[in-house]
Structures are given as C-alpha cells and as structure tokens.
C-alpha cells in the first residue's frame, strides 16, 4: 500500500528585525551601515536556510521613528528576500514596535508549528514612547516568551538598559556570562553581529533539542542555547576598526 | 479470557537533520509480550524521547534505558499481582505505583551507566534527560502512562482515527517537555494515564505510540491521525510498495518534515477465529469523532458532508453579498436578523475562506477538536471580553477559523452567559456557524471549548 496522501512539512522560522530609523541613525552613517549589513548578511542566511531545511526561515522588518511600521510585514523566505534600505528621520517609537511584534505573533497568525522565532532589536538611542508597555504585551504572548531575543546596541548613545529588558535578565549559567545586548561601535563589528544573528543563530534555532521544561537552569538558559558570539566579545581587544559611534 | 492482541511492533529511526549533524539518534523504542502470574500474554510497547542537546549529551542513552526500566517495571508488577485482580487497581497502578518503579528504576539504571563509563564533570540525571510512552494490553484491558510530548492513537479497524493521548503541560512552552530528569517525575505520569476495559464487544484496533517528531512533520494535525492510520496498518515491513519498508517510510517522514528523531510503536487487537490481524483502511480520519485525552464525550452524530446543506450556505452566501455592498466583513453581522431570502451569489472573501473552512473541518472532524483546542487562548479571551470579535470576523479572509470562533461567540451568552454545552439543543437554532452548514461534529467541538473556558472574573 503506497505511502498515504498527507501533507509532511518543515516547521517555519520567522526572523524578526525591529529597526531603529530615529534621525540620529543619519549621524555617522549607521543607517547605511545597517542597511549594508542586513543586506551582506542574506546570502549567508539563505545558506543556512539551505543546509537546514527542516526549517523554513521567514524573515520580517519593523522600523520604527516617530511611529512604529511594518519595512517587510509579509513573511518572506530568506532567498526571496530583496533589502529596501531604511530611511532615518524622526524619534524614537521603540514600544509602539514592540506592540507591533506582539501581535505578529499571537497564535493565529503564528502557525502552532513553528519553532521558537528569532527577534533582533537594533537601536542606536533611547525609546521616546511607552517602552515598558510594549515590552509588557510582547511578555504576554507565548511565542514572544519562547523566542531568541537578541539586541545590538548602535555606539555609546544606545540605552543598554532598555536592551536589556528586552532580551530579559539572565543569570550566568556554568561556564557562560550572563546574555547581554551586543554593542557595536563601527560598521565592521555591526556587520558581524548581524551575520551571527542571521547565520549561527538561525542554525541553532532551526535544530532545537527538546529541554526539560520547570527547570531553574533551563529556564536560565534560554529557549535556544545560542552559539558563541563574535570574536568581538569574546576579546574585545580583536581588531574590528576604531570605534567611531 | 481469550487474548486479542497481536504482537506489537516498532521502529525508530535517526532524524534527518541528526544524521545530518552527525548526532546519534536519541529516540529509543522497546516492545515486548510477557506472562502475567497466570501464564496470560501482556504486550507491552514503549517509547522514549532524549532531549539532546549539549546539557542532555547522554539522553540517547536514557531514552534506551527508560524503557527498558519501564519493561522491567511491568513485568515486576505482573510477577506479584494477578491481572484479574480488578481494574481499579490496576488504574492506580498506571497512575501512582508503576511511575513510581519506573523513576527508581531509570534513576538507577543512568546512576549505574555513569559509573560504568565516567564522563567529564559530575554525574547529574539531567544528562541523560528523555520522555517515556508506556502502553500495556492484557486480555482484560489496556492501560497506558508515561510523561513528556508523546502521542497515543487509536485507530478503529473500520477506519476512524482519534488522538488519546498529547502532552497538554502548561509549562512545556517552545521545545520544552517533561522528563524521566524531574525530580518529581513520577507525579507526572498520572495526568498520561489512563485504562480501557476490553470488553468482548469491542470492535478490532490498533493503538499507535509514537514520539513528537511524526506529528511535527505533518502540516495538520489531520495530517497525523490519517498518517497514523497508515501506520496502524504495520504492515510497512512486509509490503514492497511502502516506499520499501517501515524504516524507509519513517525516514521519509523526518526527511520532507521535522528533521527530528521518528519513532512509533504499534499494538493491535483483532477477533479471534477472524482471519489476519486487521489492516485499517488508509486514510480514515473522516466521518470520524475525536475523544478528549482525559474524558471521552459521548457519540458525535456522524458529519453530514457540507454539500448537504447548500441551502444553509446559500443563505449565507448571499449575506456575504449584502455586505461586501456595504464594505463590510460577512461575520460582522448578527446572521438571524438577515432576511434568508437574499439570492445566492459568490460571498465576499470572508464568506468564502470561513465556507471553505467549515468545509475543511467538517471533510476531517477528528482533527476539530484539536485544532480548536489549540486556538484555547482565543476562546478564553472572547469569553472574558479581552478580545474583541469584531475585527476576527473582519479579518476572516486572513484566519477564518478566528472568525468563526468569534462568530460563534454569542452562543455562549445564549442564556445569562451559560456555556452552550448547558444549553438545550432548543436554544441553539439561532447560532451562525449552522448557517455555514457547520457540522455537528464542529458545533461540539466548538460547545466544548466554550465551556471549558473561564468567563470573566465577576469584579
């Protein structure tokens, strides 16, 4: 008897990159930096999308300025992706683009499936809006809880703390520091936190292992072990180019 | 009495993104027939998960040896009590006393490979971290327990498929799962137990046991049931046109889904003096009602196909008309106040996604349950008046099952907020979804979730 007539599919990886496009990001060529970036980093993300096709990688772009909006609001697949730079203007709506994200991922539309998504929040300043009530609705969503949260701090201006918040305070387990937002001082070291977060990240979070759920440790840990980070952290004194935000 | 069971059978294989990766495959699946003291036949089939991972690096090792505790734990049991000793203690036996053995058992039994074979660092039972599906059939009844994101489907040798048992853990969130590990494992298991008298009139089946990686390579969870079916057939191994064997079905499975490890188990009774053990028919998931894990609901009316109530949808269609004149969603309207004489005509987009839905639903009414289940959260927030309806409904071109879950809201409130379900059928004529030829099957569905659902807290 031949095999039956159901559908077998590979569980979706939504990407999700919430965009700061306040008018400092003009200053010093972040946003072209940032556009740069994101758009060096697709081919190395569609090739992690090839090597892991058990998981289906759907990226999605918030910019947010005076007001938070969809830059990509349709799930994309990675390899169909084409950038359009983002522009800077404005200030910053970082809660109204929490609030954004939120409600992406109720469940529906979330598909009940999917893996654990990936959020990368890129700032270079501080929320000008109800930061803690954006933050608050996107804790309320289950797939946000079960997220990789990851947040890359643009130059010396950035509110570390509010990035913080927003990846969630995380004690040091054996043998790792505790999680903290990435900070970037130049376009080199922002390109290179950018393609770990769309290459090793992705990676792990399209191959999770199943955990132990109620444990202290686990929940310390995070939903997906992360990969090792970029040399810049690692050792800082690593040669990326002079800091110059 | 008279055994009915057959043998069972099982097969594991390592996932395609574990080979892959290299990794060993961390699934683990042991079946077996023993005696109880009166020299009977109990077929035991069992199942295990490892979690993986860097923090579960010997889990391959501890799905293997949570079975093969689980057996020995069984066949303990049976060595001291008679299996006609009655059901009810038999029942506790499932919930209380058998995990209890097991966890022992498998905290032992990973103890003693640890010091067999030291690895780096100190020995902590997390290492070997691995779920467990356990099922047990005797002459009398079956029985089955465990913990962690296994499943457990019955498949009727007439067709009909339904999910017995699903990991329903409020803290097992994203890939978490519960585990042989915790340290209050055993007070896990009873929340997965459960046993079935076997009585002389029941009909021929199957159960199959398997872990999470073959229902998380279906799209649907319709999907799974009628894959499972297939799979209840175990003839996998014996039919050269099953893509050349169990194994290689299993592999397609992982392959072209999940990526994850796949194992499944397969028990089946058939009546003696009747030939060959039975051999469901392949896809038989329609027509068919799905019992919840914990209480089975009483008989669903066999679905009428929707093209028998064209009458209905007609009527509804031509709402959809009157209101995308208006520029608004077709769910958006109280239905019973419109005129049901409108003429029939192509619906708006919402009409027409939440048509096909309920024809969707109702094409496989053992998956409703399921998928409404999952929409939990949606049904509590309507309830409470945390969601709002109306934009569901609008937006039912996008998710028309939202749509018809909020649209269904209102026959809730049907009697000062009662849940339908206390409802007389009396009082039900009036409800929307009939419009759309909803099923009874859906209606049922939908009644059970309405009631199960909390209403606002009265301030």
């Given amino acids: 008897m031949p095999f039956p007539d159901v559908k077998l599919a590979n569980r979706p990886l939504h990407f999700l990159y919430l965009c700061d496009c306040s008018g400092s990001m003009a200053a010093s060529g972040k946003m072209q930096a940032l556009n740069q970036a994101i758009r060096q980093s697709l081919p190395g993300m569609a090739a992690v999308a090839r090597d892991n096709p058990e998981a289906r990688v759907l990226v999605r772009a918030v910019s947010f300025a005076d007001h938070a909006a969809w830059h990509i609001e349709t799930p994309t697949p990675v390899d169909q992706l084409e950038w359009r730079d983002l522009q800077a203007g404005g200030i910053t709506a970082m809660g109204a683009a929490l609030q954004l994200v939120a409600a992406a991922l109720q469940t529906p539309p979330m598909e009940v499936r999917a893996l654990p998504p990936v959020l990368v929040l890129i700032s270079d300043g501080q929320p000008t809006d109800d930061f803690a009530g954006g933050l608050e609705a996107l804790r309320r969503v289950p797939w946000a809880q079960k997220a990789v949260r990851l947040a890359i701090a643009l130059g010396h201006d950035a509110d570390l703390e509010v990035l913080q918040r927003f990846i969630g305070t995380e004690p040091a387990t054996a043998g790792r520091s505790p999680r903290r937002p990435l900070q970037a001082g130049n376009a080199t070291s922002l390109a290179q936190y950018i393609q770990w977060a769309s290459t090793a990240v992705v990676g792990a979070a399209s191959m999770p292992a199943s955990r132990v759920s109620e444990t202290p440790l686990e929940a310390a840990a995070g939903n997906i072990p992360l990969p090792d980070l970029p040399p810049t952290v690692l050792d800082p004194t690593d040669d990326v180019g002079p800091v110059v935000w | ?459």
Wanted: net charge neutral; glycine share 12%; hydrophobic share 40%.
């Fill in chain 2, 1 to 459: 009495m008279v055994n009915r069971w057959v043998a069972p059978i099982g097969a594991s294989r390592t996932g395609a993104a574990h080979r892959r990766a290299g990794r060993p495959c961390q699934d683990a699946v042991l079946c077996r027939e023993l005696r109880g003291l009166d020299g009977q036949p109990v077929m035991v089939m069992a199942v295990a998960d490892g979690h993986g991972g860097r923090r579960y690096r010997r889990s391959e090792v501890g799905s293997r040896l949570a079975c093969e505790t689980a057996l020995a734990a069984v066949q303990g049991a049976l060595a001291a009590r008679a299996l006609d000793g009655g059901e009810e203690g038999w029942s506790r036996w499932l919930e209380r006393d058998l995990p209890e053995a097991i966890q022992r058992g498998w905290l032992e039994a990973v103890a003693a490979h640890w010091q067999s074979d030291p690895g780096e660092g100190r020995f902590e039972s997390l290492l070997y971290g691995s779920t467990l599906g356990l099922v047990v059939m005797t002459p009398r009844w079956w029985g089955h327990t465990g913990l962690g994101d296994w499943d457990l489907v019955r498949v009727e040798a007439d067709g009909p498929a339904r999910l017995l048992e699903e990991e329903n853990e409020p803290t097992a969130l994203g890939e978490a799962t519960c585990s042989l590990c915790q340290p209050r494992a055993a007070s896990l298991f009873a929340r997965r137990a459960g046993l079935h008298p076997l009585e002389g009139g029941t009909g021929d089946f199957a159960l199959v046991l398997c872990t999470d990686g073959i229902r998380k390579s279906c799209a649907t969870d319709g999907d799974f049931l009628t894959l499972a079916a297939w799979l209840a057939r175990g003839d996998g191994e014996a039919d050269p046109e099953v893509a050349g064997s169990l194994s290689a079905a299993l592999d397609r499975i992982s392959r072209e889904g999940s990526g994850d490890d796949v194992t499944v188990a397969v028990g089946r009774v058939w009546s003696p003096g009747g030939g060959p053990p039975p051999s469901p028919p392949p896809p038989p998931v329609a027509g068919v009602a799905l019992a919840p894990p914990a209480a089975p609901c009483p008989p669903v009316p066999e679905a009428p196909h929707p093209r028998q109530r064209r009458p209905a949808i007609g009527g509804a269609v031509a709402i959809g008309l009157a209101l995308a004149g208006v520029g608004w969603s077709w769910l958006a309207l109280n239905w019973p106040r419109v005129p049901p004489t409108l003429p029939a005509a192509p619906g708006s987009p919402g009409l027409r996604a939440a048509r096909l839905e309920v024809e969707r639903l109702c094409g496989q009414p053992a998956a409703i349950p399921l998928e409404l289940r999952r929409r939990r959260e949606l049904f509590v927030a309507l309830r409470q008046g945390r969601q709002d309806p109306a934009p569901l409904k609008a937006a039912a071109a996008a998710d028309p099952l939202a749509a018809l879950i909020a649209a269904d809201l209102p026959a809730v409130d049907q009697g000062g907020g009662k849940p339908p379900a206390a409802q007389p059928a009396a009082a039900e004529p009036r409800r929307p979804l009939r419009a759309l030829g909803a099923c009874p099957a859906l209606l049922k569905a939908l009644d059970r979730q309405w009631a199960v659902a909390p209403a606002a807290p009265t301030p």
